[in-house]
């Protein structure tokens, strides 16, 4: 049974910066393993923001590149989240994502097409 517990989420004022954390267990996230971030505001559809291949490639959305870091660390079986030079557009919540990559069509990269779902971790950033 696949389970996503992401953690670190806070409240921060603008400018600072903040690590989000997400333990997997029930999958190896150093194998053929898709990861991905997605983050949801009040009343905005859930958007990808970054996603990580089995081979390590990354992928980002325009509104957080340069400024968050997709990476896993395989010791501790997470996927890892930095976050810096937050603004209050960076406000929402935060899901973890993970899906077996497929042979035919590889990762679902920054789409919603992910098997497991973590619940959510909130981030708000203060003017």
């Known amino acids: 049974q696949v389970q996503l517990v992401e953690f670190g989420g806070a409240s921060v004022q603008a400018g600072g910066s903040l690590r989000l954390s997400c333990a997997a267990s029930?999958?190896?996230?150093?194998?053929?393993?898709?990861l991905a971030w997605f983050r949801q505001a009040p009343g905005k559809e859930r958007e990808g923001i970054a996603a990580?291949?089995?081979?390590?490639?990354?992928d980002y959305a325009d509104s957080v590149k340069g400024r968050f870091t997709i990476s896993k660390d395989t010791a501790k079986n997470n996927i890892d989240l930095q976050m810096t030079d937050l603004t209050a557009d960076d406000t929402a919540m935060y899901y973890c994502?993970?899906?077996?990559?497929?042979?035919?069509?590889?990762?679902?990269?920054?789409?919603?097409?992910?098997?497991?779902w973590g619940r959510g971790t909130q981030v708000t950033v203060s003017a």
């Open positions: 994502a993970a899906a077996s990559r497929s042979i035919w069509s590889g990762c679902p990269g920054r789409r919603p097409s992910y098997t497991y």
């Open positions: 029930g999958v190896n996230v150093g194998l053929r393993v898709c």
């Open positions: 990580i291949d089995s081979d390590g490639s990354t």
